[in-house]
Every structure is written in structure tokens, then in C-alpha cells.
């Protein structure tokens, strides 16, 4: 079994930026690909990026290439999302996933993620 936990969320103004975490824990965290899906209100949840589970390869969507970056501590079980240069089309619940097969490639598809987090709120004002 995998928990997740996100923070680091928060209101910032357009430009801005921020840094979420994601925590997990089991023993598993090193092997699994993890990803950072978001849901804006209104919205369908939408895939933002993913990692594998060494770190060397990550995968974007095209709405936040070269805005947002995804990296992972995996001494910490830790994942992270920076985001860069936020825009209020980026406001939006922001949560971390985890899949549950382990050492395979990454995926932008939800329903190959098995363990999700809460959620947190990310607000960028105007």
C-alpha cells in the first residue's frame, strides 16, 4: 500500500511561482512511476507531468512544457512539482499518483495510476 500527501500549494499572483511536494510511503517509492495530474473547477482532471522511477525520464503536457519541471528524491520518497510562471489557467487542484506496477514506463493515462493523494489547491490570481 502506497499513501501519498501533498503540500505546498497556495494563492500566488500571476508570475509566480510554486513549489509542490509530494510524500509517499512504502518501500516501493524508488521503483514507481509517479505523475502530477490537476482538475480545474468545472474541469475533467488532466494529466501535468510524470517521472520515471530513476529520474531520467519525465514527460509533460504540452499546456506546461518548459513552464512546469517534475523531479524526485527517492533518499526522501519525494516527489516534486515546480511551477513556474503561473497563470490563472493553472488554478486547479493539483494531485500526486502513483503506479502500482513497478520499473515500467511512464504514462500520462489516469487509470494507470493506482494510489492518489488528497489534493492541493493551487490559486493564481490576476
Known amino acids: 500500500q502506497v499513501q501519498l500527501v501533498e503540500s505546498g500549494g497556495g494563492l500566488v499572483q500571476a508570475g509566480g511561482s510554486l513549489r509542490l511536494s509530494c510524500a509517499a510511503s512504502?518501500?516501493?517509492?524508488?521503483?514507481?512511476?509517479m505523475a502530477w495530474f490537476r482538475q480545474a473547477p468545472g474541469k475533467e482532471r488532466e494529466f501535468v507531468a510524470a517521472?520515471?522511477?530513476?529520474?531520467?525520464?519525465?514527460s509533460y503536457a504540452d499546456s506546461v512544457k518548459g513552464q512546469f519541471t517534475i523531479s524526485r528524491d527517492n533518499a526522501k520518497n519525494t516527489v516534486y512539482l515546480q511551477m513556474n510562471s503561473l497563470k490563472p489557467e493553472d488554478t486547479a487542484v493539483y494531485y500526486c499518483a502513483a503506479r502500482e506496477t513497478l520499473l515500467v514506463t511512464i504514462s500520462s493515462r489516469q487509470y494507470h495510476y493506482k494510489y492518489w493523494g488528497q489534493g492541493t489547491q493551487v490559486t493564481v490570481s490576476s
Open positions: 512504502g518501500r516501493t517509492f524508488s521503483r514507481s512511476v
Open positions: 517521472i520515471n522511477w530513476s529520474g531520467d525520464s519525465t
